[in-house]
């Protein structure tokens, strides 16, 4: 019997699924560490857990390494630690290292969480990355402007979800950065990037033992920053059906080498990158964790599998069976337009829901009188499943098309 740790900071819905998953694994014993009290986890999961160990912040690999302790004292030896958050990977790293537990240590999830890092790691092993600097000043930030050319992307060196990430196209915008209080310093220093004009997509990569075993991959219609920058436009996630797709597989060595200067080991990893239109292919980022904007239900989908199961089966055996391919799938993302700050009609979606018909696989539609969204995720959502990758983007055409969340 494995004993695995799982650390799930509060019981929300997305959460509770990962940790059914955990504790639905057949030959393995689950912990669980979180800032809820153990009565909030519901009855179900609750009598089938070895444990639990409530912490007041899962953030802080020093708490994580205690629970841990304590879960090992009154449980048993710890054999796996996992959690699926991108903030969670570096705390869990420590505590598997001051522990003593199999999986990713701290160093290398920081080539992970360290923007400047992993751009360093990545292009010391020859690996095609954007020319990048983490600018401790303003007159550094400036002088990689000067460097490499305007625009530039300036963005924390630990970012995620694209929050406080800047095109700067012009020295006037980056004293307007300055002039916001967001001037980097030793304390807060900044990551800059060339800007990449290119097409954005995804590659998820399960390893084992650092070796690639699956792949799969999606593509951003536009790209994240471009959906940050214009708050009303609707954007898609596509994952087509075809796996030999060139464009992807194409990726694959860049990929492989990637993760292998990373030192990815065994994990489910969400890799964005870039091809321009010369062809060329360059790594954006890297996390190692499942991915988000909702395509773990979307790689589900298209392998007719459960991928929340499979990645608790890798990440407490390291095992993974590699799926095959059977549908392409997509997610349409809806934003509110207009000034209000909260949602007053919804418009076009009946029409629409006739033309999905039986693609429409789950849908989280904006509510009128419900408050405007925080995150580019938007107001709501609908995932589609379709039998061709050219049927799928018809669909999530129409969907971004007709679909109107008017704000006011
Ligand atoms: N160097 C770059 N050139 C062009 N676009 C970029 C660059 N870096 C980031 N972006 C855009 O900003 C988004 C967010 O940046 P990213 O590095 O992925 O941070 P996060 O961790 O917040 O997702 C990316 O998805 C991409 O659309
Ligand atoms: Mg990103």
Redesign the pocket.
Known sequence: MRHVVFVAPRFLHNTLRYTAAFIGLEGARVSVISEDPESRLPEALRERIAGHYRVDNCLDGGELTRACKAIAKGVGPIDRLAGVL?QLQLPLAQARDAVGIEGMSAATARNFRD?DRMKSVLREAGVPV?Q?ALATSAEALRAFAEKVGYP??V??PA?????A?F?VTSDEQLRGLFALGLSPSPTQPA?A??????R?FTCETVAIAGKPVWRCGTR?Y???????ENPWMQYVVLLPREYEDPTWRDFDPVNDAALSALGVGTALTHM?W?QRSDGSMLV??V?ARPPGVHIMPMMSLAHETDMIADWAELMSFERFEPKVRKWAAGTAFFRGQGRGDRVVELRGWDEVRERLGDALVEAQLPKVGQPRASSYEGEGWAIIRHESTEGATELLREMISRVRVVLG
């Open positions: 991108e923007k954007a990048s530039i992307v963005k924390p970012g995620l979800g694209s929050k990430t095109r990551q990037e060339e800007f990449v004009v290119g954005e951003y536009p790209g994240p920053l471009e959906v940050l964005e870039f954006s980022e996390g």
